[in-house]
């Protein structure tokens, strides 16, 4: 499954032994949320339909600054610029586009530069990064949080039919 996940193509500075690994189908679906859509009857959603907010949620709600350390998880739903601690020194990943079903970034570390960028329902990419290189992979994404690799930042971003992105960083 994972080459299939690499095959989806993303940009960047790829090296083999920095590839993500998974534990699970990369194919698994991201689970339907509740769209806080306009039917009268749903009690539920009018917090979300009365407020405009996206009715995804993330532990660290849309707080950038809380990515300091390495790890976070972040809704998205703009362009914005992550500064965080990457393996070698401080890293910075900079969203250059999110929508419906769509997620772009640029990831800049002392290792290098990397891209990801992906669309349709359930799509998103991994980058992990090392002191010394990155990799990219991008495809279909379950919503299960990255596992920690050791000695390096894993970085995943998935796109959501609401127009926002979860973004999860996770040190090892």
Known sequence: MLAALA??????????????????PAS???????SGGSSGDAPASASASASAKPSVSAADGRDAGAC????????????????????????TLSV?????????YTVQSSGGRSQGEASGPGQGCITVLRDHGSANSCGRLGKDRPA?????????????????AILHIVSG
């Open 96 to 104: 250059t586009e999110v929508g419906p079903n769509k997620v772009e």
């Open 7 to 24: 095959v989806a193509g993303c940009g960047g500075s790829d090296k083999e032994d920095g590839a993500p690994s998974h534990s699970g």
């Open 28 to 34: 698994a679906s991201r689970s339907a949320q509740p």
């Open 148 to 164: 920690a690799q050791p000695n390096a930042v894993v970085i995943q971003m998935t796109a959501g039919e609401d127009g926002t």
């Open 68 to 91: 300091a350390d390495g790890n976070c998880e972040i809704a998205v739903s703009e362009p914005v610029t992550v500064r965080f601690k990457g393996p070698a020194g401080p890293a």
